[in-house]
């Protein structure tokens, strides 16, 4: 029995050494898309299409608070009548509220057109993390440089995939 016991544990240390050496090895690459949108041609055209909005909803956001400031500039008139003070007074109230719907609208539409071109650019860049993972054997790619301490250079392949995005423009 005592022969039957150490046999059974040897065979059972033997099947867990055996399970644990033809085990998958995970490798895990990472890649950082702040650099991707920052530093390659495609990211740099998108960035350059998000400033161009940019300076249009400033420019309507400017000419919004400039009716404000008219309205304002008019109440400083001494020479109104109760009337007409009232009629600016009521026409500055409706500028100011318009001046803020269009700051809050025109900033979401940006943040909006921010995330839509950070998206159009890493689809693209999607799928040459896929061919490089499998040329490379990387069971994982992760994309968040927040959540990691460190990364060894051999595991970060963003400048492979910006060189990679280049050279499809």
């Known amino acids: 029995m005592k022969r039957l016991n150490i046999f059974l544990i040897s065979a059972l240390m033997a099947l867990l050494c055996a399970t644990t050496a033809f085990a998958d090895v995970s490798k895990v690459g990472f890649v950082n898309p702040q650099r991707i949108i920052n530093e390659s041609r495609i990211g740099q055209i998108a960035q350059e299409d998000l400033a161009r909005l940019g300076k249009e909803k400033d420019r309507r956001v400017r000419a919004a608070l400039d009716s404000v400031e008219g309205q304002k500039n008019k109440l400083q008139n001494r020479t109104l009548s109760v009337t007409e003070q009232q009629s600016i007074e009521k026409g500055l109230r409706l500028a100011v509220r318009e001046y803020e719907q269009l700051v809050e609208r025109s900033n979401l539409e940006i943040q909006g057109e921010e995330r839509r071109l950070i998206k159009f650019v890493m689809r693209r860049a999607?799928?040459?993390?896929?061919?490089?993972?499998?040329?490379?054997?990387?069971?994982?790619?992760?994309?968040?440089?927040?959540?990691?301490?460190?990364?060894?250079?051999?595991?970060?392949?963003?400048?492979?995939?910006?060189?990679?995005?280049?050279?499809?423009?």
């Open 126 to 169: 999607d799928s040459i993390l896929r061919t490089i993972a499998e040329e490379l054997g990387f069971t994982m790619i992760l994309t968040d440089p927040e959540i990691i301490g460190y990364v060894s250079n051999a595991m970060d392949i963003t400048d492979r995939v910006i060189h990679e995005l280049n050279g499809m423009i």
